[in-house]
């Protein structure tokens, strides 16, 4: 089955520990995202990467950390700087960095608490 | 004025009901207009894609853009319970994936 995996399904961390989120994609996609959604908000884009090792940031990345090593995978770091963390997180992927069409993981709810 | 204005909600109809879900924004180079359907603790999935003004239909949903009016709708027709979901719209300026602006999103449910 082709798709995007996000592992741990519910996190939960103590506040002012850093935490690391999974995502992994078999879709031989080139561009990956980390959105993160919170109630009543739209889907914000924290970090995008469009190729393998290069990375850009989004609109929210003060907090957050990326790396892309490997085209099937995008880490996403909260890091304690994070001033709150507690949110839905959504990672996505696209064919190319010039498609429209996004593809969304299952998401990982993190509590910080 | 924030660029994409969707309702939350929550909208409740009836098995059977045509509803009609909107988004209204204020950035005229918008171009591509999209729909995602998200259930409950689920990622969002792309349900409607249309470029510029006009309407796409597939199957029970109809997308409509209305490009003078700043005015996306999308309708669903004999609406059924597994509908359910709350429904983002996103719109960008270019091609470019990084360039998505998503509503808040709208909840519906469908009750049989």
């Known amino acids: 089955d082709g798709g995007i995996t996000q592992s741990p399904k519910y996190l939960f961390r103590k506040e002012g520990q850093n935490v690391t989120l999974s995502c992994e994609q078999n879709l031989n996609h080139d561009a990956m995202y980390w959105y993160r959604q919170d109630p009543g908000q739209g889907l914000r884009l924290i970090y995008y990467s469009q190729i393998v090792n290069d990375f850009q940031k989004g609109d929210i990345a003060e907090g957050y950390s990326v790396s892309r090593e490997k085209k099937e995978s995008f880490p996403l770091t909260v890091t304690s700087a994070q001033k709150n963390p507690t949110a839905f997180y959504l990672c996505?992927?696209?064919?190319?960095?010039?498609?429209?069409?996004?593809?969304f993981g299952p998401g990982t709810r993190l509590t910080v608490t | 004025q924030k660029e994409v204005e969707q309702d939350p909600g929550p909208l409740s109809v009836p098995e059977g009901a045509i509803v009609s879900l909107n988004c209204t924004y204020s950035?005229?180079?918008?171009?591509?207009f999209m729909w995602y359907r998200q259930y409950s603790r689920k990622g969002p999935e792309l349900l409607m894609y249309t470029y510029s003004s006009g309407n796409k239909e597939d199957g029970r949903f109809t997308a409509q853009v209305d490009k003078s009016s700043k005015y996306i709708s999308l309708f669903i027709r004999d609406s059924q319970p597994s509908d359910s979901a709350t429904y983002l719209c996103?719109?960008?300026?270019?091609?470019?994936?990084?360039?998505?602006?998503f509503g808040k999103g709208t909840t519906l449910s469908v009750s049989s």
């Open positions: 950035n005229s180079a918008f171009q591509y």
């Open positions: 996103a719109m960008s300026a270019n091609q470019a994936g990084t360039a998505l602006i």
């Open positions: 996505a992927s696209s064919i190319d960095p010039e498609a429209y069409e996004q593809y």
